[in-house]
């Protein structure tokens, strides 16, 4: 028999999933779970036999950590095997403040191609259920722990997982389980239009990120081949539609890349994407990937672009650098992966349309 997962599920849902009676028994799983629990032996509020039982018919974790790799500016990285044998890979990240925020995979892989970004050249194998995501949490916190923050920004596209996605929320942010914040919580997208309807719509009530890198139609649809059914145009209105709608400010990110992205005029096509939206802009100087054919912004590159946004009233950001050493940087994630595969074996050769 095969047994059953526990750490995507509600209360409820142990409850009927198990059989359990009393009912309150499925919320003090959950209470366990939320807290980290590990083995059903801990859950010293359940009898021996009750314990016994549950053993029996369930797990609380479907993956286990494969690899455990730490950058010495404090990132970790920790690669996940899921009970398929296929991995993902998820980051924690310290910033100045000592803020750790955990960066999760939505899916093993990527469909959305980005020249500029590791995963997206693995390819995509599929998505990943809500206690695959939930289970990314839960492992970092044993490894950090207490977190303050998640962001859905690691392997692939939440927007093409968004039903697990919104199940793996609402599991964390239950009051009886974990109790995280919504307002600690982020998505990040590639740009996928109807996504960000929807979550402006049919909520939850979080955070939106979209991933902009350029906002040269053509460029874009070079770097992100999204931008070609998902125009720019129709991009931004939907971001101006979500912060209307939530009234929660949008971030908008670029991965700046070496004579690509970053001239005067790349800056002025940004300023006017930006200009009369509740937005703030995130420049990310691109981190580098084997085998992809970009380089490093200089220095002087990066502060030119944020003087020209900053001085044309942009909110503005210039983000530092994270996990290098351990290919845990933003763009960099599927590293241990494609290492695994023979320097990057596409998992399936599959592209957004």
């Given at each position: 028999?095969?047994?059953?997962?526990?750490?995507?599920?509600?209360?409820?849902?142990?409850?009927?999933?198990?059989?359990?009676?009393?009912?309150?028994?499925?919320?003090?799983?959950?209470?366990?779970?939320?807290?980290?629990?590990?083995?059903?032996?801990?859950?010293?509020?359940?009898?021996?036999?009750?314990?016994?039982?549950?053993?029996?018919?369930?797990?609380?974790?479907?993956?286990?950590?494969?690899?455990?790799?730490?950058?010495?500016?404090?990132?970790?990285?920790?690669?996940?095997?899921?009970?398929?044998?296929?991995?993902?890979?998820?980051?924690?990240?310290?910033?100045?403040?000592?803020?750790?925020?955990?960066?999760?995979?939505?899916?093993?892989?990527?469909?959305?191609?980005?020249?500029f970004c590791q995963t997206g050249h693995l390819g995509l194998a599929r998505s990943l259920t809500a206690g695959e995501i939930v289970e990314q949490f839960l492992f970092l916190e044993k490894?950090?722990?207490?977190?303050?923050?998640?962001?859905?920004?690691?392997?692939?596209?939440?927007?093409?997982?968004?039903?697990?996605?919104?199940?793996?929320?609402?599991?964390?942010?239950?009051?009886?389980?974990?109790?995280?914040?919504?307002?600690?919580?982020?998505?990040?997208?590639?740009?996928?239009?109807?996504?960000?309807?929807?979550?402006?719509?049919?909520?939850?009530?979080?955070?939106?990120?979209?991933?902009?890198?350029?906002?040269?139609?053509?460029?874009?649809?070079?770097?992100?081949?999204?931008?070609?059914?998902?125009?720019?145009?129709?991009?931004r209105k939907a971001i101006d539609y979500f912060a209307k709608k939530t009234g929660k400010r949008v971030t908008l990110e670029a991965a700046l890349l070496h004579d690509t992205n970053t001239?005067?005029?790349?800056?002025?096509?940004?300023?006017?994407?930006?200009?009369?939206?509740?937005?703030?802009?995130?420049?990310?100087?691109?981190?580098?990937?084997?085998?992809?054919?970009?380089?490093?912004?200089?220095?002087?590159?990066?502060?030119?672009?944020?003087?020209?946004?900053?001085?044309?009233?942009?909110?503005?950001?210039l983000r530092t650098r994270r996990g290098r050493e351990i290919g845990g940087a933003c763009g960099q994630l599927g590293k241990t992966l494609a290492e695994s595969q023979g320097n990057g074996?596409?998992?399936?050769?599959?592209?957004?349309?």
């Open positions: 028999m095969t047994k059953i997962p526990l750490a995507g599920l509600s209360a409820e849902e142990i409850t009927a999933e198990l059989g359990l009676s009393p009912a309150f028994r499925g919320k003090q799983i959950f209470k366990w779970i939320g807290k980290g629990t590990e083995s059903f032996d801990e859950m010293t509020n359940l009898s021996a036999a009750l314990r016994e039982e549950l053993s029996q018919k369930a797990v609380l974790r479907s993956s286990t950590v494969s690899k455990v790799l730490k950058d010495p500016d404090g990132t970790i990285k920790l690669q996940v095997t899921l009970s398929d044998g296929l991995a993902v890979e998820t980051v924690l990240l310290t910033d100045r403040e000592d803020r750790k925020t955990a960066c999760v995979s939505c899916q093993v892989g990527c469909a959305m191609n980005c020249a490894h950090a722990g207490p977190l303050d923050n998640i962001v859905f920004m690691g392997m692939g596209e939440p927007m093409m997982n968004l039903s697990a996605v919104r199940k793996a929320i609402s599991v964390l942010t239950d009051k009886d389980g974990r109790g995280l914040s919504g307002r600690r919580i982020t998505l990040s997208t590639s740009g996928v239009i109807q996504g960000i309807y929807d979550l402006a719509d049919n909520g939850p009530s979080i955070r939106l990120a979209v991933s902009l890198t350029t906002a040269d139609p053509a460029l874009r649809e070079r770097l992100m081949p999204i931008g070609r059914t998902n125009p720019l145009d129709d991009l001239s005067k005029e790349s800056a002025e096509n940004m300023i006017r994407f930006a200009r009369g939206m509740d937005v703030h802009i995130n420049l990310i100087p691109w981190n580098p990937v084997e085998g992809l054919q970009f380089s490093e912004p200089t220095a002087r590159e990066c502060k030119n672009f944020v003087a020209l946004l900053e001085n044309a009233g942009i909110n503005v950001t074996k596409k998992l399936q050769n599959s592209e957004f349309i």
